[in-house]
């Protein structure tokens, strides 16, 4: 089969010489952003990093920040923190991608979460905009257990969600970065939504015996209750403006809606998306996972993500 990225690229390469334009990746610091700047970077684009430790700085919160971050870009990837179904989010997007667009921005990319009713206003306002605008719903991340909130419970033996035993399609988030870096640098993606899984379903019981294999330790999974999970969040230092939001969002994500693959990351890349097995083993024999201290990993909820 060939890919979208394929069929895609000799159009690129004469219609789109876009070596001198330049690519903010906003939460570029976080788990997708980092990786998508990188591959960027080294396909030979111009990237600005937009975090609160950029230069310029870039913050969400503060709309000051984002005309010296949005000065001469042409393309945005855009992620949002703590989440894009949070309340807030939908208008400080359509907020800023109209400054983008206004300013000469022409590619949009967002990075939404897959059954999330929360983050349609946030997709409906990139849709709104006159540019090219290219929708990215992804399962929940592999990395979430390496590099994000369930890194400690992973450190301490236990995961607990208010999650029963739905199954998930979980996805690599290098999977989501070379989807994201195609869908910002090559043609044929416009106007698209794409839904990006991995390439089975797994409950969180299996993860927990998928990283116990792979740790050479044991991890279990326990179901708790929304308000035991809450509880859990606030001892582990989630900051309580997150909390409600996190937990609403667990509880109504996780009832088995999204419990089904596509094949979209196969059609862009032209390859199976990355499997929960290779990523854990990765992963351990990098020392994330193990119990005498944090490996390369840290137990911090970046700002960024």
């Known amino acids: 089969m060939e890919s979208l990225s394929n069929l895609s690229l000799a159009e690129d390469m004469t219609q789109n010489d876009s070596r001198d334009e330049l690519i903010l990746v906003l939460g570029g610091t976080g788990k997708t952003g980092r990786r998508v700047a990188d591959r960027l970077t080294r396909r030979g684009r111009s990237v600005r990093i937009g975090s609160r430790t950029g230069d310029p700085s870039f913050d969400w919160a503060d709309a000051s920040t984002w005309d010296a971050a949005l000065a001469g ?5 855009i992620t949002y923190y703590p989440d894009v179904a949070f309340p807030e989010a939908a208008a400080r997007i359509r907020a800023l991608t109209t400054l983008a667009v206004r300013g000469g921005a022409r590619r949009l990319v967002l990075l939404s979460g897959r059954g999330e009713e929360g983050a349609a206003p946030a997709e409906r306002a990139v849709r709104d905009t006159d540019a090219e605008w290219t929708i990215l719903r992804a399962s929940w991340f592999n990395q979430n257990f390496s590099e994000h909130f369930l890194l400690a419970p992973v450190l301490g033996g236990e995961i607990a969600l208010p999650a029963g035993e739905v199954t998930e399609p979980f996805i690599d988030v290098d999977d989501i970065a070379e989807v994201a870096v195609v869908a910002l640098t090559e043609s044929g993606h416009a106007g698209q939504t794409y839904e990006l899984t ?68 196969l059609r862009i890349l032209g390859r199976e998306a990355r499997d929960f097995s290779s990523y854990a083993r990765a992963v351990a024999a990098m020392g994330v996972w193990n119990t005498g201290g944090q490996g390369v990993g840290s137990t911090r909820c970046d700002p960024d993500a």
Request: proline share 4%; net charge negative.
């Open 198 to 265: 991995g390439p089975r379903l797994l409950t969180f019981t299996d993860i927990a015996a998928e990283i116990t294999a792979a740790a050479g330790r044991e991890i279990r999974y326990r179901s708790v209750s929304p308000a035991q999970y809450a509880a859990g969040a606030e001892e582990a230092g989630v900051p309580a403006e997150e909390i409600a939001g996190l937990t609403d969002l667990f509880t109504r994500v996780l009832d088995g809606r999204n419990s089904h693959t596509t094949d979209d990351v």
């Open 73 to 77: 870009v042409t393309a945005v990837y």
